[in-house]
């Protein structure tokens, strides 16, 4: 759990308001605020849904279809899994970043420090190699027992240096309502306020903004949800709320762009899709422990990762986040950023073990257009067309293949929308 200090704690933020048309031009903040907005890139998407699932506030459904995904992990009988170790890793996920950010001043990941545990024999030495574990739940592959004896190894704490966590501290920042993050100067303010049309001080003024834990939660669960954060917290206006999906307006872009990458030679994935005769409408795909993998492994992901592959192909749709991706690749390292390895941990890969994501490949699952997952049986499959009352002569299937292009739109669809598959499989039924 997160250090009780860095659970109460609060950083103030200034920002400058245009009192005449309601809306705020910039704020400027310190390296405390901006570590932590550059430290949401390295969350994965499974951990930000589990933090933000105490954020009832229905105005903000941000990661579209993931909240469904998660608890289909959650609810996943473990015999369809690896081992009994798996479910548990990717539930509490842990990047490369996650012993730099304890050491951040407000500490929203209350992922527990990862624990090892061995067997009552290992743990008297008897073995000649012993057998360890990260969760009780686990039994001994030697002995059979479960690794509940707590080893008491703790991992050496993530020492800063001076200033922030990724950021130095000789000087103040600006970051803009749609979380642009800049370095303080004149000339960024300047042009700020000119780009607003504001061309005296008439008409400004400075509110401070205290913000602890629960207020940083909800500031991510807007960051991806609108274009205009700072203007929601002091005026509390929703108008800004972008239209989260809309494929006809999408789909033709998204299309053309991730059809330009070479994938000839990559692994496809097979699913049997059905459809609403009447409506055409997408109901549920049946899939082996490939696909399920592949769905799972997205919530290891960590968010700076997720946005960095869609901004390749130019189709992240989260103005938010995609802006404060671009502002760490585009800071100064060792001037502003304190190195190249800080740089690289926010927005690389963190290299989470891949095979967590694996699933038996001897099952099969159905997968609603919302991504709720359940193993295939005759009884989910009239549960689910029974749910959304369609009849069983109202029902027809279609076998495709996808493979990389079709993963990436997945992955992209998800954080937005509650009709998936739909949104990014649209295509492959069209005939």
Known sequence: MADTKAKEAKISVKVIVDKVNKRVVYAEADYTFVD???SFMTLPLGTIVRLLEKHDDKKFEGLGSLKNLYQSLENCPECYLPTEECKYMLLNLRTLAYDHCRNLKLQIDNTEPLKYFQCDVCRKGYPIKSVFGTCTTTKCITYGKLLDKDVGFKKTDVCVSGGGVFVSDIGAFIVTDDLCVMPYTSANSIRLLTDHRITDQSCLEDIKLDMGCEEILHLLKMALSLDSVFTYLVFHRISSIRDLVVPSQRSDIVQTVLMK?????THKMHLEVSLQKSTGKLLFAEARGDFIGFLFGNLSIPLGTVVGELMKGGVSSLTCINNIFKSISDMSVRRYLKSQD???????????DRGLQKVKHSGMFIVTDDLIITPSSSYSTLCTLNNKK????DVETYEISIGSIEGLKILNASLTSCSTLTDSLEHLLKK
């Open 36 to 38: 932590i907005l550059f």
């Open 390 to 393: 369609v009849s069983f002569d």
């Open 342 to 352: 800080i740089k690289d941990i926010l927005l690389k890969d963190l290299k989470i």
């Open 261 to 265: 990458k070479d994938v000839s030679a």
